[in-house]
């Protein structure tokens, strides 16, 4: 068999693959983990996918799914042409099916599909293939999502924005999905029936936008109750979603028990073995510190038991559970004896249930708290449970590989992870070198046990690029060529040829989406969205010129491609991440002009900034309806039933992108760059700080921290009660901003620069 390369793309490079990953064929118990759903039904998803984001063209294809297809676990699909300008496409799983039509939609027909867009202007007649192509991922498992997203991104999904996703995940090859929605309706019959009562069961849960930590035992209450209507609501979600995942072959990751209780199981059980836990991260121990059971105690088998059968009743199961008993939580005793006696007692839960089940935990506890995990302890949790029938997330390979310190997780499969990003941050961020190179290092680690590779960021809807490039690494059997990569991106994300959007991405591959810095943490440090002090991050790992260089471009390019929405979106982004940089250069310049008791420069560099850049940039923001504060809000508050529901919606909403708890506990970490919370936090936060300022050198006052700590904090509180309602649609042209921005700002830009 051959490739056949399309005409507009020769630099495809699709492959056949062969190679296994060391110790493979030692996991039997992994291949138990695969589609259940018939291969007619699977067939017919993929059809109906196809419906919906191609609409008629859709019959330009033909699908089928044999099952047999492939002679192993791994997925395969072979694409051809046929009679009337049709093209066939068969493989073993609707995923492989599904991901097969998007590589040729890619790279023969120049298309594109993303969160921000999609570009599909299929030409009318369908490139031709004069062969057989065959494309196939040499890993079993593809995993998507993190614990967090479904907080960060997820949590005001109704059912179109979900199934909008799972066709995502399937275009992109993602056959492993975490489905953790709607569990506390079930967690909430559980502990009814062991007798709590329905105060004790609320005090229990955190609000919507904080369930993620609350399923992790790191919160609790804050953000609740959560009203009845939001389980009924979740439950019925829940399902949709899991019916769709299967028909289309995947296999979605079930919760389990991971030992946290609420208070009240104290009260009913005495004599139980209960420990409680440190507080977590900056609350106290009014919203945190856990109550974990100890897994020697019978009541811990009967608790977990209990919530899996409830479950494998409601959901059914594909035999995959996620659980996390110490996620970023330390652990009450180092005692190898007991982490193993912990990791044994959740995975019993889960075979007390379903013997065949595989238990899937997030690795990121090993690189959290290194103090604590040292060999003994890691080997000790890990080999609690029966090598195969563990995978471990390697939640941040891409900068922090966990399975390079411990022996590739001591003998345990584990998925190789690009967490890429946190809190849901939106500025533009990649570490696109090491993505591309990390999960062939990986494989050719001694004794490799990598069944996988996975995405695994804490919030989405940002830096699709990053995405697109991750989720083809999984169907390739080397590295890509990245400059010739993210041209082709370009040209399809556009659906234009213009040679200057390929040098532009080229600019911006090499700068902010390639940061090289070993362990960074993309939390977006820009002073911009972090609340003002004389002492602030200005550090970026990128050269600001090749990101002013690519903004220059992409404005040029922008007249004839305004019309395209995943052009407006880039324009809208790039301009924004210009106009974040402007603000940490007026920022060291404020600093400098105080410290320096320069009144004038200080009275002019920070009106400049505030009432002219950041009104400008929210100006900017407001143009495009992916960076709407009223989108998120709007969603929130349409989950409600009543007005109470919806002020509770609301709340969590805005408390979770600005103070993250009732006293900014941890302060800006999910910061968005969004039309309205611009105008109405980050702007109010620095017209106080500059003002603070300028009064300070006016009166020959030193500048206090804590003293303005205090006064910001009025103002950032204000914003969760300000009762604004924002606009969920786009205001003002895009372009005429932009234009504006452009010529006002990229002078100074370069200026700078110097």
């Known amino acids: 068999m051959k490739f056949i390369y399309g005409r507009f793309f020769p630099f495809l490079l699709l492959m056949t693959t062969s190679l296994l990953y060391p110790g493979d064929c030692e996991f039997h118990t992994l291949s138990r983990i695969k589609p259940q759903t018939s291969d007619k039904t699977q067939a017919k998803a993929v059809v109906e996918l196809l419906k919906r984001i191609l609409g008629g063209r859709s019959r330009d294809f033909i699908v089928s799914v044999n099952r047999t297809f492939s002679n192993d676990t791994l997925d395969v699909c072979e694409l051809r042409s046929a009679k009337n300008n049709k093209i066939v496409a068969i493989g073993n799983t609707g995923v492989a099916v599904a991901s097969g039509i998007y590589n040729y939609l890619k790279y023969f027909c120049n298309c594109h599909v993303s969160w921000s867009g999609n570009q599909l202007n299929v030409p009318r007649i369908l490139p031709p293939l004069t062969g057989v192509l065959r494309i196939s991922s040499q890993h079993r498992c593809r995993y998507y999502q993190n614990v967090c997203t479904q907080s960060y991104s997820n949590v005001w999904w109704d059912w179109p924005r979900w199934e909008k996703e799972i066709d995502w995940m399937a275009l992109n090859g993602f056959n492993m999905p975490l489905a953790y929605t709607g569990q506390e309706a079930l967690w909430q019959e559980v502990y009814l029936s062991l007798g709590l009562n329905q105060t004790e069961v609320d005090e229990f849960f955190t609000g919507p936008a904080f369930l993620a930590w609350n399923r992790m035992g790191n919160l609790f209450k804050w953000g609740g109750p959560l009203p009845q209507s939001w389980h009924v609501k979740q439950l019925h979600l829940q399902f949709k979603i899991l019916n769709r995942m299967r028909a289309l072959g995947m296999i979605p990751v079930l ?14 059980y005495p004599k139980a ?32 038991g209990l919530f899996m059968s409830q479950m494998v009743e409601q959901f059914g199961t594909d035999h995959i559970y996620g659980a996390d008993t110490f996620n970023e939580m330390t652990p009450s005793s180092s005692d190898p004896a007991y982490l193993s006696s912990i990791s044994r007692a959740v995975f019993n839960t889960m075979t007390l249930v379903d013997p065949l089940a595989v238990w899937l935990m997030q ?7 290194t103090e604590f995990w040292k060999p ?3 080997k000790a949790l890990l080999h609690g449970v029966p090598l195969g029938r563990m995978v471990v997330l390697d939640l941040f390979a891409e900068s922090m590989p966990a399975f390079a310190f411990t022996e590739s997780f001591y003998g345990q499969p584990f998925i190789w992870c690009m967490l890429h990003n946190f809190g849901g941050n939106n500025g533009m961020f990649g570490t696109v070198e090491q993505v591309n190179l990390g999960p062939f290092e990986a494989l050719r680690f001694p004794n490799s046990t990598l069944v996988g590779l996975g995405m695994t960021p804490e919030g989405i809807e940002q830096n699709p690029v990053v995405y697109e490039l991750m989720s083809e690494i999984a169907w390739r059997k080397e590295p890509v060529n990245l400059a010739k990569w993210v041209s082709l991106y370009a040209a399809r994300r556009y659906g234009s040829l213009d040679e200057s959007l390929g040098v532009a991405w080229q600019l911006l591959f090499r700068s902010v989406y390639n940061c090289t810095w070993k362990g960074y943490k993309n939390h977006n440090h820009s002073p911009l969205v972090r609340r003002p002090s004389l002492h602030m991050n200005t550090s970026v790992w990128y050269e600001p010129a090749h990101l002013y260089e690519a903004w220059r471009l992409l404005f040029e390019a922008a007249p004839t491609l305004m019309g395209t929405e995943t052009f407006r979106y880039d324009l809208v982004d790039v301009t924004r991440q210009a106009l974040q940089q402007l603000t940490t250069e007026f920022y060291r310049e404020i600093v400098h002009a105080f410290q320096t008791q320069k009144l004038p420069e200080l009275l002019t560099t920070g009106g400049v900034l505030v009432y002219d850049l950041l009104p400008e940039l929210d100006r900017l923001l407001s143009s495009d309806v992916h960076f709407l504060l009223g989108v998120w809000l709007e969603n929130a508050r349409s989950m409600g039933l009543n007005e109470r529901e919806a002020q509770l919606y609301d709340f969590n909403a805005r408390n979770q992108v600005t103070l993250w708890g009732p006293e900014g506990n941890i302060l800006d970490y999910a910061n968005k760059e969004w039309g309205g919370l611009i105008e109405d936090y980050y702007s109010q936060r620095w017209a106080l700080f500059v003002n603070t300022l300028v009064e300070c050198l006016d009166r020959g006052k030193p ?9 910001v904090f009025q103002v950032e509180k ?5 009762e604004q309602k924002y606009p969920s649609e786009p205001l003002g042209n895009t372009y005429d901003i932009v234009r504006r921005i452009f010529l006002k700002y990229y002078p100074q830009a370069l200026k700078r620069l110097t």
């Open 273 to 304: 073995n209960v420990t409680r836990l440190n507080p977590w991260s900056h609350f106290n121990c009014t919203y945190s510190c856990a109550y974990l059971l100890d897994p020697r105690d019978p009541l811990f088998q009967r608790i977990g």
């Open 376 to 378: 003994a302890q890691v």
């Open 703 to 711: 500048f206090k921290q804590d003293t303005f700590n205090q006064e």
């Open 718 to 722: 204000g914003f969760l009660y300000n």
């Open 363 to 369: 690795g990121w506890l090993f690189v959290s708290d």
């Open 255 to 268: 919760p389990a028990f991971s030992g946290i209780v609420p208070p009240g199981i104290t009260r009913l």
